[in-house]
């Protein structure tokens, strides 16, 4: 059975030690990525009007822009503006006027073809076609054709076929083969369409005689093609109208798109670029902007590595200081991982806020500190702090007043919340954390004699740092308590208060109970502050450790008012009732919510304690041999740190004086001493870090203690004056 045992904590610890190192390799792969996601060997968090702390050269030879090239400039407009096309609209309405004055023209034909009378027929014929402008030669050809109807139908066709391509005027056409036109832009407004169609393709009057003959293939007689030819150039008029305002705001509309042309200039490998103390102007942007373009990748692989080099080197150092002086802090993977958080999150903030127009001023890490050092230690606040800073500073490209002020905000943010109790001092923390800042921006401007408004300005953005790294820590420090499920003294004070349901509930059903553990609350805490172990737990854990007795008050000593109710129960009987408390205790606290440390001190304040008392009954009744010890002890376990073992003894110091029928400071003395000698040789004591010099001062503050609430009284006269 020792073998499996054995075997199975060897196999916890493996278990425990793998997932530690996946903790740490998924953090610092995550940092790694987060640090070097877009890094360059300058990169940084420059803006525009910043002012530089030190000389930068170029790193390589490159190229960057120089003064706008005005030539090229223009030149570019030019041929951008010569590629806009000319806008033309289609008058659709001509078309229908054309084809309805080619119809009335026909049937005026038709209708002085009829007209036999040859007196006046040169008069008639001058008179019909005198609205349509057609001229007499003309005219008279029509009439002398045998087919109108036939010619009529053809012209119609013609013209709807030659207005449907569209038609310019020649002057139009000709303006267009000047300038090399090759194509137009044509729209319709009765469709709300747009449409680009070549020169080419359109019709002119300039050529309208050679198109025409070109489509009427249908007609054989020559004579007749020929007035059909004269008619349509008689009749048709332009339908496509140039639009000049359209195409004047295309072309500037074109030319406003066109980007300035600059001249490149060369940049030589390590010339100045930036000189101490210059403020930082747009072109001077460029030079940055230009580095980052045409760093070639292999240097920016190489500072990737470097990068995760340095981070992993800093991740290592914290996974040593943990493991050599913190091993308490990875007995589990829960701390762990709410460390991993707070810095993975910080971290992220600090890569945004770098990318960001705002200023690198303003990367809260005094937060992480505090909420580290709240929820975990100070101590490993204070070097995760170091290895945040640094980290932080190399974000910001590797200047060193963001690493050093991180570091110093975090540090002061640490100190601040030390004892805090009262979310109203994280605010006072925060105004702390700021006046550092802006302390150090100040000395810093002073150093580098920079102008007055620049590093005040930089220490104002120091103190807003400060206030909200306050606001960020009081918002989200309930969520990290409730996820991680840890408790703060803050979140203590809360619970501490005697209002809680379940204190309420024992001052009604068990109140000497709860007189008892107020009293203990008094004593523990009083003990943990004498040691330097956490006070605040101690008596919070304290109020609620007996509240398993709530179920059978009555079954407890300092409920009883009477008989007592174990006369007529059996020792063994009796022994199970006063045990089972610790476990409808634990229960209870788990139902009402209680965190996890609460309830393990709920859990350990009897360790494996035996109850003396029936364990003493039952050898009386049934002898020495016929009795188990074991089935007269607590489940346990022991205390298992020093905030549960001065409950304990606080516990049964306070039961063990009630019982003095005269509690002298002597006997108090007396008594204290051998409960705490008796704890010690029962080993209740082992699994805790409480050394002898420890317990001695712990039964100093006990005996202190006791003997105030214990003090003898002066015994007042009685009043035997007469009463009128």
Same mark, same amino acid.
């Given at each position: 059975?020792?073998?499996?045992?054995?075997?199975?904590?060897?196999?916890?610890?493996?278990?425990?030690?793998?997932?530690?190192?996946?903790?740490?390799?998924?953090?610092?792969?995550?940092?790694?990525?987060?640090?070097?996601?877009?890094?360059?060997?300058?990169?940084?968090?420059?803006?525009?009007?910043?002012?530089?702390?030190?000389?930068?050269?170029?790193?390589?030879?490159?190229?960057?822009?120089?003064?706008?090239?005005?030539?090229?400039?223009?030149?570019?407009?030019?041929?951008?503006?010569?590629?806009?096309?000319?806008?033309?609209?289609?008058?659709?309405?001509?078309?229908?006027?054309?084809?309805?004055?080619?119809?009335?023209?026909?049937?005026?034909?038709?209708?002085?073809?009829?007209?036999?009378?040859?007196?006046?027929?040169?008069?008639?014929?001058?008179?019909?076609?005198?609205?349509?402008?057609?001229?007499?030669?003309?005219?008279?050809?029509?009439?002398?054709?045998?087919?109108?109807?036939?010619?009529?139908?053809?012209?119609?066709?013609? &013209?709807?076929?030659?207005?449907?391509?569209?038609?310019?005027?020649?002057?139009?056409?000709?303006?267009?083969?000047?300038?090399?036109?090759?194509?137009?832009?044509?729209?319709?407004?009765?469709?709300?369409?747009?449409?680009?169609?070549?020169?080419?393709?359109?019709?002119?009057?300039?050529?309208?005689?050679?198109?025409?003959?070109?489509?009427?293939?249908?007609?054989?007689?020559?004579?007749?093609?020929?007035?059909?030819?004269?008619?349509?150039?008689?009749?048709?008029?332009?339908?496509?109208?140039?639009?000049?305002?359209?195409?004047?705001?295309?072309?500037?509309?074109?030319?406003?798109?066109?980007?300035?042309?600059?001249?490149?200039?060369?940049?030589?490998?390590?010339?100045?670029?930036?000189?101490?103390?210059?403020?930082?102007?747009?072109?001077?942007?460029?030079?940055?902007?230009?580095?980052?373009?045409?760093?070639?990748?292999?240097?920016?692989?190489?500072?990737?590595?470097?990068?995760?080099?340095?981070?992993?080197?800093?991740?290592?150092?914290?996974?040593?200081?943990?493991?050599?002086?913190?091993?308490?802090?990875?007995?589990?993977?829960?701390?762990?991982?709410?460390?991993?958080?707070?810095?993975?999150?910080?971290?992220?903030?600090?890569?945004? &806020?770098?990318?960001?127009?705002?200023?690198?001023?303003?990367?809260?890490?005094?937060?992480?500190?505090?909420?580290?050092?709240?929820?975990?230690?100070?101590?490993?606040?204070?070097?995760?702090?170091?290895?945040?800073?640094?980290?932080?500073?190399?974000?910001?490209?590797?200047?060193?007043?963001?690493?050093?002020?991180?570091?110093?905000?975090?540090?002061?943010?640490?100190?601040?919340?030390?004892?805090?109790?009262?979310?109203?001092?994280?605010?006072?923390?925060?105004?702390?954390?700021?006046?550092?800042?802006?302390?150090?921006?100040?000395?810093?401007?002073?150093?580098?004699?920079?102008?007055?408004?620049?590093?005040?300005?930089?220490?104002?953005?120091?103190?807003?740092?400060?206030?909200?790294?306050? &606001?960020?820590?009081?918002?989200?420090?309930?969520?990290?308590?409730?996820?991680?499920?840890?408790?703060?003294?803050?979140?203590?004070?809360?619970?501490?208060?005697?209002?809680?349901?379940?204190?309420?509930?024992?001052?009604?059903?068990?109140?000497?109970?709860?007189?008892?553990?107020?009293?203990?609350?008094?004593?523990?805490?009083?003990?943990?502050?004498?040691?330097?172990?956490?006070?605040?737990?101690?008596?919070?854990?304290?109020?609620?450790?007996?509240?398993?007795?709530?179920?059978?008050?009555?079954?407890?000593?300092?409920?009883?008012?009477?008989?007592?109710?174990?006369?007529?129960?059996?020792?063994?009987?009796?022994?199970?009732?006063?045990?089972?408390?610790?476990?409808?205790?634990?229960?209870?606290?788990?139902?009402?919510?209680?965190?996890?440390?609460?309830?393990?001190?709920?859990?350990?304040?009897?360790?494996?304690?035996?109850?003396?008392?029936?364990?003493?009954?039952?050898?009386?009744?049934?002898?020495?041999?016929?009795?188990?010890?074991?089935?007269?002890?607590?489940?346990?376990?022991?205390?298992?740190?020093?905030?549960?073992?001065?409950?304990?003894?606080?516990?049964?110091?306070?039961?063990?004086?009630?019982?003095?029928?005269?509690?002298?400071?002597?006997?108090?003395?007396?008594?204290?001493?051998?409960?705490?000698?008796?704890?010690?040789?029962?080993?209740?004591?082992?699994?805790?870090?409480?050394?002898?010099?420890?317990?001695?001062?712990?039964?100093?503050?006990?005996?202190?203690?006791?003997?105030?609430?214990?003090?003898?009284?002066?015994?007042?006269?009685?009043?035997?004056?007469?009463?009128?």
């Amino acid at each position: 059975m020792k073998k499996i045992l054995n075997k199975k904590q060897r196999f916890g610890k493996f278990s425990t030690k793998t997932s530690h190192v996946f903790i740490a390799l998924i953090t610092c792969l995550i940092i790694v990525s987060v640090v070097g996601w877009d890094s360059s060997i300058l990169k940084t968090e420059f803006h525009e009007g910043d002012v530089i702390l030190k000389s930068i050269y170029a790193p390589f030879d490159f190229k960057i822009k120089g003064d706008i090239d005005y030539k090229a400039t223009e030149a570019a407009k030019k041929e951008a503006v010569n590629l806009v096309l000319p806008v033309y609209l289609i008058d659709t309405s001509a078309k229908e006027a054309i084809l309805n004055r080619v119809e009335l023209f026909f049937k005026s034909i038709q209708a002085l073809k009829e007209d036999v009378n040859t007196d006046d027929r040169l008069s008639k014929i001058k008179e019909t076609i005198a609205p349509y402008n057609i001229p007499l030669a003309i005219a008279n050809s029509i009439l002398e054709l045998k087919d109108q109807q036939g010619f009529f139908a053809e012209a119609m066709k013609a &013209i709807e076929y030659i207005t449907d391509i569209g038609v310019i005027p020649a002057s139009e056409s000709t303006i267009l083969n000047k300038g090399l036109v090759k194509a137009v832009a044509l729209i319709d407004k009765s469709k709300n369409t747009e449409q680009v169609k070549p020169v080419d393709e359109i019709w002119s009057f300039s050529d309208i005689r050679k198109k025409t003959d070109s489509i009427l293939t249908s007609l054989k007689d020559r004579k007749e093609k020929a007035v059909l030819i004269d008619f349509i150039s008689v009749v048709l008029s332009p339908n496509l109208m140039y639009q000049g305002e359209e195409t004047d705001f295309r072309k500037q509309a074109v030319g406003a798109k066109v980007k300035p042309l600059y001249e490149m200039v060369d940049i030589k490998k390590n010339e100045l670029i930036f000189s101490k103390g210059e403020r930082i102007s747009r072109s001077d942007m460029a030079k940055l902007e230009a580095i980052e373009q045409y760093e070639p990748h292999p240097i920016k692989a190489v500072v990737f590595f470097g990068i995760a080099l340095i981070v992993m080197l800093f991740m290592l150092l914290l996974v040593l200081y943990i493991e050599f002086y913190e091993p308490d802090f990875i007995v589990g993977s829960k701390e762990l991982m709410l460390l991993a958080s707070i810095c993975i999150l910080m971290i992220l903030a600090a890569k945004f &806020i770098v990318i960001s127009p705002w200023p690198s001023n303003l990367i809260p890490v005094s937060a992480a500190s505090m909420l580290i050092a709240l929820l975990l230690n100070s101590r490993l606040a204070i070097i995760t702090t170091c290895f945040l800073g640094i980290t932080i500073g190399m974000i910001s490209g590797g200047r060193l007043d963001i690493a050093s002020v991180s570091i110093l905000g975090g540090m002061v943010g640490i100190f601040a919340v030390r004892n805090t109790r009262k979310r109203s001092q994280l605010i006072t923390a925060g105004f702390m954390v700021g006046f550092a800042n802006m302390a150090y921006f100040i000395g810093i401007g002073l150093i580098n004699s920079l102008d007055f408004n620049v590093y005040m300005t930089e220490a104002f953005i120091g103190l807003v740092n400060g206030v909200i790294s306050a &606001i960020i820590v009081t918002g989200i420090l309930p969520i990290f308590e409730t996820v991680s499920k840890t408790i703060t003294d803050i979140s203590l004070i809360e619970i501490a208060d005697l209002n809680h349901p379940i204190l309420k509930e024992m001052v009604i059903k068990a109140p000497g109970t709860y007189h008892h553990s107020l009293v203990v609350g008094n004593l523990a805490e009083a003990a943990c502050e004498t040691i330097g172990a956490n006070a605040l737990l101690a008596r919070v854990s304290a109020y609620f450790h007996d509240i398993g007795k709530i179920e059978k008050a009555e079954y407890f000593s300092e409920n009883q008012t009477g008989e007592s109710m174990h006369d007529k129960l059996s020792p063994t009987m009796s022994s199970l009732i006063i045990t089972n408390h610790v476990k409808n205790g634990v229960e209870l606290a788990k139902r009402y919510g209680l965190n996890k440390k609460i309830v393990d001190l709920i859990r350990q304040h009897h360790g494996s304690g035996l109850v003396f008392y029936f364990f003493k009954r039952a050898l009386e009744k049934t002898g020495y041999e016929d009795v188990f010890e074991g089935g007269f002890r607590y489940p346990g376990p022991k205390p298992q740190t020093k905030e549960a073992a001065c409950v304990l003894l606080a516990d049964s110091v306070e039961a063990a004086s009630r019982m003095l029928d005269d509690p002298t400071p002597s006997s108090l003395q007396g008594l204290v001493k051998k409960v705490i000698n008796n704890k010690f040789i029962d080993g209740q004591l082992d699994e805790c870090e409480l050394t002898l010099k420890d317990l001695e001062k712990i039964a100093e503050v006990f005996i202190h203690i006791l003997t105030g609430i214990y003090h003898s009284r002066v015994e007042y006269p009685e009043d035997t004056r007469k009463k009128k």
